[in-house]
C-alpha cells in the first residue's frame, strides 16, 4: 500500500545486519556479513554504506576492516528512516493531501496504521531485536 510504509530488502538488509553486528560485537566485513544472509556483497555495500552516512555504522578500512555499529541503542526507526526516508504517517493510497471525498474511504485506519507502525519502529532499539 503506497504512502503507509515499504520494508524493502535493502531495509530488511539493515536490520538484520546491524543486529548481527551487536551480536556478534566485533568488526564484520562485507563478506562475513552477505554469507551469513545469503546476500549480493555488492548490494550489502551499498546499504552499509548508506549506514555508514547515517550514523549508524562505523566502517574500517584495509585488510582487517569491516563495519561495526556507534552504538547499542539505535531504534529500527532510524535504521528504517536511513534506508527509506522519513517514514510519514499520513497516509492515502493514492498519495494525496486531501481525499477526493468527504471522508478517506478506510475512515483514518491508515492513519491509526501507520502511528502504531512508526511508535514501534521508535520505540524499539535494534538491541530488542538479538535479546
Do not use: W
Not at 51 to 75: C, M, N, Q, W, Y
Not at 106 to 129: E, P, R, T
Amino acid at each position: 500500500m503506497a504512502g503507509i510504509f515499504q520494508i524493502s530488502e535493502a531495509t530488511s538488509l539493515a536490520f538484520h545486519s546491524t543486529a548481527l553486528m551487536l551480536r556478534k560485537g566485533e568488526i564484520l566485513s562485507v563478506k562475513e556479513i552477505a554469507d551469513e544472509f545469503h546476500a549480493s556483497e555488492a548490494h550489502l555495500s551499498k546499504v552499509l554504506q548508506r549506514l555508514v552516512k547515517a550514523d549508524i555504522v562505523h566502517s574500517v578500512r584495509g585488510p582487517k576492516g569491516g563495519f561495526f555499529l556507534k552504538r547499542e541503542d539505535i531504534t529500527l526507526l532510524e535504521i528504517y528512516e536511513a534506508m527509506e526516508g522519513p517514514l510519514t504517517v499520513k497516509a492515502c493510497l493514492m498519495g494525496r493531501k486531501a481525499c477526493l471525498f468527504k471522508k478517506c474511504l478506510f475512515d483514518g485506519l491508515l492513519d491509526v496504521a501507520a502511528q502504531k507502525f512508526k511508535d514501534y519502529m521508535d520505540n524499539h532499539n535494534i538491541s530488542d531485536l538479538i535479546n
